[in-house]
């Protein structure tokens, strides 16, 4: 099936099994490797997207699903060579350890931060909750969130 994709501003066509999911287009048939797979049962979050404004779990998508629709991607948050307001946060607040958890913890973020650019310390903890991260306590991410809430 031919689909159109728009992802991080670009538009791609390509022709796809119609039971392929988006995390695997992204990855393989894109090359945007920076959305991780963990579980492939939405379980971790590694491989949170925005998709149309919503941190949804590319595992669960089908490719078709998302079609003409408006992905970003972790690759796509870093603007003409210039990191997110929220990338560079997790790095100042050591809020990255091992790096597996780390792009779908900032697509989740900045999903939030997106639809509410002050949220509370409970909005930050549930928009984050479906993000598994077995390194960290989440008390840095949180803090890194809260940080460049604090500074819009």
Known sequence: MEISLHVNGKT?????????????????????????EGCGEGECGACTVILDGQAVNSCLVLACQARDKEILTVEGLARNGELDSLQKSFI???????????????????????????????EIK???AGNLCRC???NKIIAA???VAEDS
């Not at 791609?12 to 991780?36: A, E, F, M, S, W």
Request: glycine letters at 8%; proline letters at 6%; hydrophobic letters at 35%.
């Open 92 to 122: 100042e607040h050591g809020a990255v350890q091992c790096g597996f958890c780390t792009p779908g913890m900032l697509m989740s973020a900045k999903a939030l931060l997106i639809k509410n650019p002050h949220p509370t310390e409970q």
């Open 145 to 147: 969130i809260k940080k």
């Open 136 to 138: 960290t306590g989440y």
């Open 12 to 36: 791609y066509r390509l022709n796809v099994d119609p039971r392929k999911r988006l995390i695997d287009v992204l990855r393989d048939d894109l090359n945007l490797t920076g959305t991780k």
């Open 126 to 128: 549930e928009a984050v």
